[in-house]
């Protein structure tokens, strides 16, 4: 095959993301890029995780996988946080060292490792077996220059309470506004402690490279290239033929599906198609968020007082948290288990999407021009939706009570605010403006296009 013998002098890297849905989607999609460029591409995560994954069909990326040490059920069945990432950095440092051997055995060796930037200890494999090492940042730009100052005693912590965080390149925020690690500091938090930890040795990877696209953060962006020269970003990680409103010139074998997910999707695709333009509500929070009873029935009552046709995503672990009386299916609403996310907010029903703001789902809605009702609940979605609101303006924000509730009124008032009133006519057309921007950085010529060719520049020399 043609592709094939391109690929083996073109160079194989070895793509090793943490085991989330939102970590190994955007590596995924990065890779379908240098796959598409020529390069070999191994996608590696660890056995439980990987155990779990769907391969959708026409899935094109071969997949590995490594041991946590939890090969039988995870972070879950770790007695802690702690615990679990101090072993998957353990046995994951050996086991990928044998993957490596491994694949060097089959007549196509492994050059380069670009690993999940939560997984330091990769770089260190990278090094002892001579390949490149590049790390990949999954947050945005704002919110790693926020942990970057942070783990250097620029920022420090705990936060005081009125504090204005100013810091360079970026807008000032609250307190409120920081990632929840920082704002709900606990010394010794496993996961603050791996998020700092993303800068230990990152000066020493060859590429860093950035779920983002440069025009959505230049001030941001200038500044950390200036820290970080080999600094490139890359996004938007989703689909091509989504960003080319669903024409395929542009796209290869493969190209228009996700490939893997830990939750069997459900078609709602037809249900869509039946509904008028701009009329849906499309809501999901993430892959990992879970609420409690009395949210799930704030937002159960919320979206049907609003009167606006909902597509909404629960997930099997949080159904039975739906109030007894609500239906999972009527002429105005439908309810599934998962769904292809990136498909549905391409969806010209789509009139805009109630999100807890994680990173994927935050730039797979500005990339598609959907205005966002934001809810976030932990980690960097505070951040996000502070971002969303008043950077990009590209949408509104749910107010949450004092016992950390929205409130049914509050949802139906946001989600209004968009579908209905004078506000969302503002917030639409620059979720429009953002759309083109994404489209135009990763087309050829684009800010992504040019750091994606020239990292594979980088990659195709060492096989000269
Ligand atoms: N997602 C999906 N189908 C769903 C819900 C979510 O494919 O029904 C995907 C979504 O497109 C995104 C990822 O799951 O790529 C979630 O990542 P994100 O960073 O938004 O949130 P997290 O799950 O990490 O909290």
Known sequence: MEGETKAARRGHCVVLAYPAQGHINPMLEFSKRLLHRGISVTLVSTRFFCSKLQKLPGSIIALETISDGFDDGGIDKAENHKIYLDSLRQVGTQTLSELIEKLNRTGKPVDCIIYDSFLTWALEVSRKLGLLGVSFLTQNLSVDSIYYHVNKGKLKLPLVKDQNISLPGLPSFEPCDMPSFLYEYEPGNAFLDLVLGQFSNIEKADWIICNSFYEMEIEVADLMRKIWPNLRTVGPTIPYKLLNNNNSNNTFEGEEDYGFSIFKGEECTKWLDNQPKQSVAFVSLGSMVSSSKEQMKELAMGLTDSGISFLWVVRDSEEAKLPASFSKKTKKSLVVTWCQQPKVLSHEAIGCFVTHCGWNSTMEALSLGVPMVA??????????????????????????????????????????????????????????????????????????????????????????
């Open 375 to 464: 809810l976030p609940l932990w980690s960097d979605q505070r951040t996000n939706a502070t971002i969303i609101k008043d950077v990009w303006k590209i949408g509104v924000r749910a107010e949450f009570d004092e016992n950390g509730i929205v409130r049914r009124e509050a949802l139906k008032n946001s989600i209004w605010e968009i579908m209905k009133y004078e506000r969302g006519c503002e917030v639409k057309s620059n979720a429009m403006k953002w759309k083109n921007l994404a489209a135009k950085a990763v087309h050829e010529g684009g800010s992504s296009w040019k750091n994606i060719e020239e990292f594979v520049d980088s990659l195709s020399h060492l096989n000269v």
